[in-house]
């Protein structure tokens, strides 16, 4: 599209939009009873790990609205920090997302929460100038990073959705591939090229141990796992 009032994108942005429609849509698949099962995240039931998303979609809205004067501090990759401890579900507000999930009661509450703001959020962002500066978590950046940075988030959540869902679909490949790259230019790290985006996410980001072969593979990369995102 070109032309007077044409709005203009970065790629991250529609990665953004893509795969937070692919995340969304296999919430909205889900039966009632894969609501109970376990996540990819550690103390993380699958409604536990809705009722988050339906947060994240909440941050994305606040932050679009958050404009700020001050020059960048981070890009879409320095957005992410990264630590070396796994989580493990005892932290304030992860205990937090339990009960708050828990209180929703039935899974047709979340499925509609989470529609109804995540839909929200994805029009904010299909809106959004990309060159606006945005401030979140004590940062400035602009717009269109921020989004690009949230198809990791997007990407690695709808992993953890799927983790003991073998017959629901995954992340798009395009999310996937985009977010190994970010998880390598924060890290400085190159993953192996037998590893396939899927599972460098996973090994790298600690949500599954690496096999023989690939630990073998990895080489003295695999001393430095696992690379905490958050």
Do not use: N
Request: net charge negative; aromatic share 6%; proline share 7%.
């Amino acid at each position: 599209m070109s032309g007077p009032g044409a709005r203009t994108t970065v790629p991250g942005m529609d990665l953004f939009s893509h795969s937070w429609s692919a995340l969304r849509a296999a919430v909205a698949g889900l039966p009632d009873e894969d609501f109970a099962k376990p996540s990819g995240c550690t103390g993380w039931l699958v409604r536990d790990l809705v009722c988050h998303l339906v947060v994240d979609a909440q941050d994305v809205l606040i932050t679009l609205v958050t404009p700020a004067t001050a020059e960048p501090t981070r890009d879409a990759v320095t957005y992410w920090e990264v630590g070396t401890t796994p989580p493990t579900g005892d932290d304030p507000l992860d205990a937090l997302t339990v009960r708050l999930a828990a209180a929703y009661q039935e899974p047709w509450l979340l499925r509609f929460h989470l529609d109804d703001v995540g839909s929200a959020a994805g029009r904010a962002a299909e809106l959004a100038d990309p060159h606006l500066r945005v401030s979140t978590r004590d940062q400035v950046l602009t717009a269109g990073d921020y989004l690009s940075a949230y198809v990791l988030e997007w990407t690695l959540h709808h992993l953890d959705l799927v983790a003991h869902l073998p017959d629901r679909a995954g992340p798009p490949a395009a999310g996937l591939a985009r977010s190994r790259e970010m998880l390598e230019r924060r890290t400085g790290t190159v993953f192996p090229a037998s590893f396939t985006d899927r599972d460098a996410l996973l090994v790298g980001t600690g949500r599954r141990a690496p096999t023989g072969a690939e630990r073998a593979a990895l080489g003295g990369i695999a001393g430095r796992l696992p690379f905490v995102i958050g």
